[in-house]
């Protein structure tokens, strides 16, 4: 298992890969995958407990669902960085006959990609199908799933909250992107959501709070108390407190760059910012 | 001219959930998911011989979809339960995002389709989602006539890997095909030969055609009717020989006529062979309170409105 500064060496990397993917087609979520990048690199290279290579029923292995699927970049660029596809290929982000499409989808037959995700609400359910599914099978793997806070708007998503604990889903983790951005400003603006740690815990869910939620120690401590808290009978929220655009400085505390690219000289200055660690692809 | 008749009355709800509690003893992957609609489902047997089995997800369409998409990944096959209505139009970006375009192996059971939920109204009657399902790409449409083609077409689904849309109905209506079938998915049926008019019909409208044929056939008209279960992927074969035999074609379904089974079927002419049709399907509007039988009757969804309808299209010719 990697130590903590092969983790922040591969963050670094992943940052720079975020960059150059939504630089090249000019599109693209660099913000929310900025924020996320410890997060992912937590997850795939420490936290779960993964297969070599990738089959669909991911029986036997931690399964991940990504249902705020805009954060492509992020999640791409950890997949191929744990093996599931050549890092050549998030060359193709979003170019015509790629696998790696704007948002993540299995149509393309991507590794990695259990279900498409983009449309904003849905992913919740799914993984409490799948972890449904796992217990049905006697697989005592975890079910993680990612969600944005703002995402929280899509009513499916209470329709889940409320059903995990109704019905005893504990082995899943759901953590919430918790960076107070959406597309048209702070979530405080759009709509003030109140404490979201009050709701999951009036639908009967068992919080935690990750406050540091860009450094990878306070990551992997967050999410190996929140795994001791699976199999008690109720699903498990982590609360992950992030900084959209974490990592590149003018990107950070605002919600300009959720869905826009850097120019070539943005892109120098971001570059500049994440020294190449593990090589660019 | 053969000739078919009933001994007894079904809905063909209830084949779905005889289809499904035998899937229960034969399939031990195949789970169940219903929306607080298990009466109206007709899934009990399911639920007392599976109970490990049956996901009862409460009022909440999206998240029924959603957790069954979850389940196919743990290899489960998956069988959701609720109104047309509700399986369709209320939760057709989770179906297209989480399902059709992920490719999921659901099996979307819909009941209380069309007119025939009667009395509950237009808010419970769907009659666009033929349309709505056929339209996603990979989505398999199936509309079942009776109680034995629906229990067939149940056991069925379970054996085709990808997603279904299965319709059935509310009301008891006749039961005239074999107890013994199996259904073959997108394979049509011919119930009667024919050369003058061939009488396309799905759901319960099949039945109205049989006895459009035998009105028919006393005035000296020779139809050809044919049962189309699957819509999608539709039989464009048997449609095609048959109107090289007859010429001439009318399309009955329990659906608007925008975007059912009839525009499937003119596509097919309009490609292959241009044929004059007709449509006999509820035209561009909602449904309304009343019995099945009086609704039917209103929006012209029976074998008068059948006979009426070959009566024109042969003068077309």
């Known amino acids: 298992m990697p130590n903590t500064q092969q983790l922040k060496d591969l963050t670094i ?22 924020g996320c990048a410890e997060f992912f690199v937590a997850m795939y290279q420490n936290i779960m407990n993964r297969k070599e290579g990738f ?9 991940f669902f990504l249902s ?29 006959n790629s696998r790696l499409q704007g948002h993540p989808t299995t149509h393309e037959g991507l590794p990695g990609v259990r279900i498409a995700s983009g449309s904003l609400g849905q992913g919740m359910s799914v993984a409490l199908g799948a972890a449904q599914a796992k217990k049905l099978n006697g697989d005592h793997h975890l079910v993680y799933s990612l969600h944005g806070d703002g995402e929280l708007q899509e009513g499916q998503n209470w329709e889940a909250i409320m059903y995990a604990s109704a019905k005893k889903v504990d082995n899943i983790i759901s953590t919430i992107d918790l960076n107070g951005q959406q597309i048209d400003g702070s979530t405080e603006h759009v709509l003030p959501m109140g404490s979201i740690k009050t709701k999951f815990e009036a639908f009967g869910w068992i919080v935690l709070e990750i406050e540091e939620g860009n450094n990878i120690e306070a990551i992997l401590k967050g999410m190996a108390e929140a795994k001791v808290k699976t199999g008690q009978g109720k699903p498990v929220c982590v609360l992950l407190k992030t900084v959209m655009g974490h990592g590149v400085d003018f990107m950070m505390y605002t919600h300009a760059w959720h869905g826009k690219a850097p120019n070539d000289e943005q892109l120098a200055i971001g570059l500049a910012q994440n020294p190449e660690t593990l090589g660019d692809y | 001219m053969k000739t078919y008749t009933y001994t007894e009355k079904k809905d063909t709800r209830s084949g779905f959930g005889a289809g499904l509690a035998e899937l229960g ?11 607080d609609l298990i009466g109206s489902l007709k899934m009990e047997k399911f639920i007392e011989e599976n109970p490990e089995r049956f996901f009862q997800i409460g009022i909440a369409e999206a998240n029924m979809m959603g957790i069954a998409a979850g389940l196919t990944i743990g290899g489960k096959i998956p069988f959701t339960g609720t109104f047309a209505n509700f399986s369709t139009g209320r939760v057709y970006d989770q179906i297209r995002q989480s399902i059709a375009y992920s490719g999921k192996n659901v099996k979307i059971c819909a009941s209380h389709a069309g007119l025939t939920l009667g009395e509950d109204g237009a808010t419970h009657q769907i009659l666009e989602d033929i349309g709505l399902m056929k339209m996603l790409p990979g989505m398999t449409v199936i509309n079942t006539c009776d109680y034995n083609q629906t229990k067939a077409a149940t056991i069925a689904i379970a054996d085709y890997k990808g997603p279904v849309y299965l319709r059935f109905g509310r009301p008891a209506v006749p039961v005239f095909t074999p107890s013994d079938q199996i259904l073959e998915i997108g394979k049509a049926i011919r119930l009667t030969e024919g050369t003058d008019v061939t009488l396309v019909a799905t759901g319960h409208l099949v039945w109205e055609a049989l006895e459009a044929s035998k009105v028919l056939f006393e005035k000296g008209i020779s139809a050809e009717v044919i049962n189309i279960h699957t819509i999608k992927p539709l039989d464009e074969k048997a449609i095609l020989e048959s ?11 329990e659906h608007n006529i925008f975007g059912g089974l009839g525009e499937s079927v003119a596509r097919v002419l309009a490609l292959h062979k241009p044929t004059p049709q007709e449509f006999v399907g509820t035209n561009d509007t909602f449904g309304e309170s009343g019995t099945p039988a009086q609704l039917m009757d209103k929006y012209g969804l029976n074998a008068v409105s059948i006979v009426s309808k070959a009566e024109y299209v042969i003068k077309r010719k």
């Open chain 1, 13 to 34: 990397q992943v940052r720079r890969d975020i960059l150059r993917m939504v630089h090249k087609v000019n599109s693209g979520h660099p913000g929310g995958s900025l």
């Open chain 1, 55 to 63: 089959e669909m029923d991911g029986i036997g292995e931690d399964l």
């Open chain 1, 68 to 96: 705020n699927g805009h954060i492509s970049p992020v999640f791409y660029s950890v997949l191929a960085r744990s093996g599931y596809f050549p890092v050549e290929e998030l060359n193709t982000f979003r170019l015509i």
């Open chain 2, 25 to 35: 003893r034969t399939n031990p992957n195949v789970v169940a998911l219903c929306a």
């Open chain 2, 243 to 253: 109107i090289a035999k007859t010429g001439c074609i009318v399309t009955a379904e």
